[in-house]
């Protein structure tokens, strides 16, 4: 008789230990999770800060390149229209910087660097050597035309990007607008350039 009950006994503590490992093996497996996904959250805020920073970089060039450009126009042209196009892509993007290095600023991301970088100097290279100043308005048209094509491209994917800087997003969006109104004003610009080209000089 106490020989059953010793044996009942072993068999009540071999059942509780297989219990425990039961237990223990399912507060592993809800813990994994929970673990995964605090390790994934750091790197999902790590690219997004990258990101950020990318558009700050990229958008502080598509300014820089608009204000030297029209910096050039303002002593080559001979056109009142040209020049009124050009001092105004020169204030509008000067304030424009101003508000991407407030954006950054609050954001705590770098402010853009006030140095183009080679591509966007192969831009301005490209402007000077095409036809030499006698085509100049027409080649300052096209080029504003092309660099307001790529920064509304920019602004519009990350103004759609979920991961978007709240700050940066703001900004974006409220420069679209502008640049779109920027591209239609330089696409009348070089119309007028290329209608002026094709005028005969009267002899």
Known sequence: MSRFILLNAASLAALSLAACGDNMSSNTAMTTPTTETASIRPATA????????????????????????????????????????????????????????????????????????????????????????????ADYGALQIDAHNDAIKLFEEYSRDPDATAQLKMYADESLPTLQTHRAEAEKIRDIAKKSDKTPNPS
């Open 46 to 137: 790590e690219n997004a800060t990258r990101e950020a920073q990318d558009f700050v970089n990229a958008a502080g060039q598509a300014s820089l390149v608009e204000i030297r450009t029209s910096e050039m126009a303002l002593e080559k042209s001979a056109s009142a229209d040209v020049k009124a196009f050009a001092q105004m892509m020169i204030d509008n993007h000067k304030a424009s910087i101003d508000k991407l290095k407030a954006a950054t600023s609050a954001a705590s991301l770098r402010p853009p660097i006030d140095v183009l970088d080679d591509f966007h100097m192969r831009r301005i290279n490209d402007l000077v050597e095409t036809d030499g100043d006698a085509d100049f308005d």
